[in-house]
């Protein structure tokens, strides 16, 4: 085996928590090479999850985890001493306040091996949906593609948290700590209240739904005021923001495993089902695209029975070759 194959081998062994401690030096010291190593690294955590079979409990992922914490005084060396109380500060952060919900696998990444900064990651990768609870009770939800950070300061001098991609809060009341979502467009303030951000990255708008409570958008020298009900996006390119009165519940549907979308364009139900399902859906014409229409499916349909439903709701022709799916 080449030198990849057997630092994939090593990967998936400490994935599993059955390294050793000179095989977990060697992991390390290869992912701290270059940064294509440790996108490589990620890539197999990845895979690693995906081709786990049963469903792992919370008492397993703590086993796994303390034998991380154990293994990892082989990498000691490597890092500085700070970097290494981090790194168990993180691992411990990940065994106390991460839940695994039904079906979903919750990533943990941290920064310290590649940077000095004191963050946390954490991820729920394409084709899936993972569930946090923060020390002050914040539950957080991410759809699948999307990231949130934070840092070591949470609960303490903060509680500020970084989003890319979607995620539903219910942030646990705190008077003196305001809860706030950083997003590449707006801040979002909180001081208690449930609310959806979607942020992703490639997207050109950036939306927030408030179910309870209130919230306070903040952009520059702009402040926004939300109610309940109300549905605030701005258009990253413009800079403009664009209020409406919506259903909430409608924006939360994918926490609870429902697709449920209201004057929905095709083009931009296709992004949301490619990060969903972790498939790559292509609209073969611009017209297609631009296609609205309403849809409700309550039962965690498989993508080709969605793509079933939605012939039914407006005339398309669907190809599918493994992992593509093309739509004219």
Known sequence: MNETEIMQELAFAYFAGKISKADEKKLFEFIQKEEQNYQQFKDWERAWMLSEKEDLRTAREWESLQCRIRTHEAVNPMISKSGSDLWRWAVAIAAMFVLIAGGTWVVLNTTTFMNKAQYIVFEAPYGEKSKMTFPDGTVVWLNAGSSLKYSNKYNTDDRVVELEGEGYFEVAKKKKI??????????????????????????????????????????????????????????????????????????????????????????????????????????????????????????????????????????????RKNMDIYIK
Do not use: C
């Open 178 to 319: 305001p809860f706030v979502v950083h997003t590449r467009g707006y801040d979002v303030v909180v001081k208690g209240t449930k609310f959806n951000v979607t942020a992703y990255p490639e997207d050109s708008n950036i939306t927030t739904t408030l179910m309870e409570g209130a919230v306070e958008l903040l952009k520059e020298k702009q402040h926004i005021a939300m109610k309940p009900g109300e549905s605030v996006t701005l258009n990253v390119v413009s800079g403009k923001f664009t209020l409406t009165k919506v259903n909430p519940d409608v924006s939360k549907a994918w926490s609870e495993n429902r697709i449920e979308y209201d004057n929905i364009s095709l083009r931009e139900l296709a992004a949301k089902l490619s990060r969903q399902y972790d498939v790559k859906i292509h609209l073969l014409t611009e017209e297609v695209g631009d296609k609205r229409f309403s849809i409700s499916l309550r039962n965690q349909e498989t993508i080709g029975e969605v793509m079933s439903a939605l012939k039914e709701i407006i005339p398309i022709q669907v190809e």
